[in-house]
């Protein structure tokens, strides 16, 4: 089992001046960011009038409290409002199937029989945590993964120290989902836009520390990464593999599949010739990383904040999402 259980905390008494320990959440929500901020960038931000990607995304994680913002968070909503977009514009986009949906995984064990013997555990509501199990490797450990899912379920960091209020919103909700591909790693791809407009991609393949990842811009160039570990060289990613007619069917995805929002990175995967739904990453990086500044540029320049980050006009099916019961295959959702 490949288990990764999210952003590590140091022990006591660290852990009190830690931004994941139990003091800094205490802290008003736009002093954590200008802390965090000034930690991950050396330097404060303009959140009033930011300029910059990074400190506009500041002002999302402030401000931005409308329901699209709360879907976006929300891993089973998402699932469902990638499959009608694209459905509605007739592109082929491959969702992973739930299995199960819930809050205890006890449930789940009770219909392990019927489960593949490759599949995925996730926390709904939150970021960087899941479990990668296949059976005709090891057998599951469920003692373990009960012990772990009762603390996903539970609110994180994300919410509490962070201050990222979409994950707050979402449901907390354990799921299974169908895993892709045949056990080699899946090659990911990420686009990144503004208003619907494709401003660059990325692709990788691995996972921490080890994974690789690959830049590019609208057009698929490369893009050389300032952190020299992460330039994989001449070395060919999965874009660099695509047919034109693949690219074009990734730039459309990506297009449609964000057109309605200010500013979304959504996270794709190609596997067996087809695209494959991941999440959307609302608050990628925290607005707290710089490795591309050409790039992360062209995201601000383009990037429209919206003047009613607490309105409810046109919202109404981004709620829909929120309030719709789970589907899954082997129980009747949560």
Known sequence: MELSNGPLTPGWPLRLAHPHGPLFRLLPLALRRHLLYWRAMGSWGNFRRPRT????MQWRIINDRRPIVAMSCDKLACKEYARDVATGEGLNLRIPQTYWVGTDVRDLQSLAAKLPARWVLKPNHSSGRFALIDTSVQ????ERLIAVCNRWVQRD?????????GYGQARHLIFAEERIGDGAAVPGIK?????????GYSAGVGTPPHKKRWQYNSDFERIAREAPRFNPGDELSVIDLLSPESKQTLARLGSVLTRDFDHQRCDLYFANNEFWFGEYSIYATSGLSNHYP???AAIAATWVLTSDPRGLIGQERFMTYLRTKPRATLSGGA
């Open 294 to 296: 050409a790039a992360d």
């Open 157 to 165: 960091e994300e919410e509490l120290g962070q201050g990222h209020w």
């Open 53 to 56: 990607k990074n400190e506009k």
């Open 139 to 142: 057998p599951v450990d469920w």
């Open 191 to 199: 686009v990144r836009t503004t208003h619907g407009n494709v401003l």
